[in-house]
């Protein structure tokens, strides 16, 4: 069974910047393909990023130009840089497989990133 532990979020100003992390207790990024996925208040959780095992990405048209997801498997470690923060934005950052709990994986607690003036 693959962990999962995401970290990095905070209460961030609209405009700034934070990265966040997800370790994995496993080497898997090599044969699965990795996310990051969202979920607002009152929202379902949503995809905003993707990392094949063969290293290509993507992006969801809402954080397409601001946020860009990486790995170094030598830290069995994605990430999430995400810049031109807006409150739009607040949520709780999840990763996992894609799709999900693949791997034995399963959700983890998240990390919650909230934007505010």
């Known amino acids: 069974q693959v962990q999962l532990v995401e970290s990095g979020g905070g209460l961030v100003q609209p405009g700034d910047s934070l990265r966040l992390s997800c370790a994995a207790s496993?080497?898997?990024?090599?044969?699965?393909?990795m996310g990051w996925y969202r979920q607002a208040p009152g929202k379902e959780r949503e995809l905003v990023a993707t990392i094949t095992s063969g290293g290509s990405t993507n992006h969801a048209d809402s954080v397409k130009g601001r946020f860009t997801i990486s790995r170094d498997s030598a830290k069995n470690t994605v990430y999430l840089q995400m810049n031109s923060l807006n409150p739009e934005d607040t949520a709780v950052y999840y990763c996992n497989t894609v799709p999900p709990n693949g791997m034995g994986s399963h959700w983890g607690q998240g990390t919650q990133v909230t934007v505010s003036s």
């Open positions: 496993g080497r898997i990024f090599s044969v699965v393909d």
